[in-house]
């Protein structure tokens, strides 16, 4: 029948834990806990990250027909393709899978749109109170359409607020975000 309900819809599968740390990021009281929440999306996304290599591999023994007989054979290439994955020594560390995340996950026009939005905010060097500051996310104030998210330093930029954030009871070594009115 051409009116019938499909038999298979294509939609993707929501992580309940990344929409209850949206939820909370967006209703947080605080622009500060907003940050921290929101970062702690990326953060879990990234630490879940398989890239398309990887999968690709553990679904090739996955789909062995004869894995289950054969459990015992495959279980040795198994382990070996994660621990090659998830070595620390490898480009896999927690960083490198943030930055793959947002690479992946998150558009530049979208960070464009919001840029273009507050030009004259990120064309300028931010301080706050507690010493930290940053420098201009556009330098000359405009939005060159030849940017992409790694020669933005988008992670390291989100990364080192995070930290200046979380971490103020180091502020007697570092420079911090306190969270006073002027922030």
């Known amino acids: 029948k051409k009116d019938?309900?499909?038999?298979?819809?294509?939609l993707l599968s929501i992580d309940n834990i990344v929409l209850s740390i949206l939820q909370t990021a967006r209703y947080a009281e605080s622009n500060r806990l907003g940050y921290i929440f929101y970062y702690q999306v990326l953060e879990y996304c990234a630490y879940y990250y398989m890239d398309a290599d990887f999968k690709r591999q553990i679904s090739t023994i996955i789909r062995r027909p004869d894995l289950y007989i054969n459990w015992d054979k495959y279980l040795p290439e198994f382990i070996e393709k994660f621990q090659t994955n998830f070595n620390p020594k490898s480009n896999n560390s927690d960083s490198h899978r943030m930055d793959k995340v947002i690479c992946e996950y998150c558009y530049m026009s979208d960070i464009c749109d919001e840029l273009?939005?507050?030009a004259d905010y990120f064309s300028q060097e931010q301080n706050f109170d507690g010493g930290f500051s940053t420098q201009p996310l556009l330098p000359n104030?405009?939005?060159d359409a030849a940017m992409d998210l790694r020669a933005l330093k988008l992670r390291e930029r989100l990364e080192?607020?995070?930290?200046v954030l979380v971490h103020a009871r180091e502020s007697?070594?570092?420079c911090v975000i306190l969270p006073s009115?002027?922030?």
Do not use: A, M, T, V
């Not at 019938?4 to 294509?10: G, V």
């Not at 080192?160 to 930290?163: D, P, V």
């Open 4 to 10: 019938s309900f499909p038999d298979y819809l294509n």
């Open 116 to 118: 273009q939005l507050n």
């Open 141 to 143: 104030g405009k939005i």
């Open 160 to 163: 080192k607020i995070r930290n």
């Open 172 to 174: 007697r070594e570092n």
């Open 181 to 183: 009115e002027e922030n």
